[in-house]
């Protein structure tokens, strides 16, 4: 049964006129006629009388008068099935994005994201490498949903957040011999130092610490690539600083060797967020799983401070316009209409007509040490 078929009979029925029909529905009185004729033949039925001379206007028979509520209810159906589907949006998979430095990226999120994707094992994630710079940038414009990054930012609305820190190595040759004993920062200034990109957020960290020490380093030689600054040091061109997780695995061969300092050096690793920026499930469910890992608190606070007054007016607007439990009672009867439908259709078809012979959808603070 063509549902455009049913909207014609609901018209016809209406204005009792072929000619206005077809003129209402943009077709030709044939293909009305034509229509109406398929119908009543699925149907088993003759739905109206035809207009003549005795009768002006093109009316319901009998079988018609029986059909024409369920016609109505069928269309009205449909109509909130459209309804619906105007607001419904297809769900799309959770996406997540970060933004952090080459480091950070090789040697200290995928612990975290593996337990992320144990949460949400559908998720997407998208993460863009970039230097501390960058990293606040993407975060300010929304380009990404959190931040990692080794230095502290203060831009525009970002939060930071203090997440944890690791120890800083000297990392040399295993033949290396120091110059000194105990061992400080200044104590390398004639050795050459192998250094991360400029472009690294670690380096940054680096760059700060010297610079806050009054210290100039010999950097002779920059590479990208962590594991290939331990292999440049591994052959003896120089020495490095690195954290402790990147030269766990390079230590057991005896090539590299790590050398204490006098002084405590730490790298911090902090999250960016922006305040403002619309949570998404995936965000909250990040967020829930920092506060397992790191003691997280306040990471919620403006998120909940949102809800809240959301809350608040969603309990004013019901005070004003309370919902008539009513208002929708119709919208029920569907659920028991199947069988129904047959029935009506059985009965269409076993109607005799009289006139037809028979057969016609605080201040945050993150724990400072590792626990995954």
Not at 311 to 332: K, L, S
Request: net charge neutral; proline share 7%.
């Amino acid at each position: 049964m063509e549902l455009s078929h049913l909207q014609t009979f609901l018209l016809l029925a209406k204005n009792g006129s072929f000619s206005q029909t077809a003129a209402l529905l943009h077709l030709t009185q044939p293909a009305v006629s034509q229509q109406i004729k398929t119908l009543e033949e699925e149907l088993g039925q003759v739905l109206f009388v035809r207009r003549s001379r005795s009768t002006p206007l093109t009316r319901l028979t009998p079988a018609g008068e029986l059909f024409l509520p369920y016609a109505r209810q069928i269309d009205l159906f449909l109509a909130e099935g459209r309804d619906k589907l105007k607001n419904h949006e297809p769900k799309k998979p959770l996406s997540l994005s970060f933004g952090a430095g080459s480091t950070t990226i090789t040697y200290c999120l995928p612990e975290l994201l593996r337990a992320y994707k144990r949460r949400v094992p559908t998720g997407e994630l998208v993460i863009k490498t970039a230097s501390s710079q960058e990293v606040a940038g993407l975060v300010l414009k929304g380009d990404v949903d959190f931040g990692f990054v080794n230095t502290p930012a203060h831009t525009g609305n970002l939060k930071c957040f203090p997440l944890f820190q690791e120890q800083i190595l000297l990392v040399t040759p295993g033949e290396w011999e120091p110059p000194t004993s105990p061992l400080h920062l200044q104590d390398l200034a004639n050795e050459v130092l192998i250094f991360p990109s400029p472009l690294s957020g670690f380096r940054d960290f680096l760059n700060d610490s010297f610079r806050r020490r009054r210290l100039s380093p010999r950097i002779l030689l920059e590479l990208d690539d962590l594991e290939g600054i331990k292999e440049l040091v591994r052959i003896g061109l120089g020495v490095s600083l690195l954290p402790e997780s990147t030269v766990r695995s390079g230590l057991s061969s005896g090539a590299l060797k790590t050398c204490p300092l006098a002084e405590e050096f730490f790298c911090p690793t902090y999250l960016l967020s922006l305040p403002e920026k619309f949570w998404t499930r995936a965000m909250k469910e990040f967020a829930w799983l920092l506060e397992e890992k790191f003691a997280l608190s306040g990471l919620f606070a403006h998120e909940s401070a949102r809800v809240r007054k959301d809350a608040r007016m969603h309990e004013h607007v019901h005070e004003r316009a309370p919902v008539n439990p009513c208002a929708h009672e119709h919208a029920r009867t569907p659920c028991a209409r199947t069988s129904e439908d047959v029935r009506v259709r059985e009965g269409i078809r076993e109607h005799t007509p009289t006139h037809v012979h028979a057969g016609a959808e605080e201040t945050p603070f993150f724990g400072l040490t590792r626990d995954w």
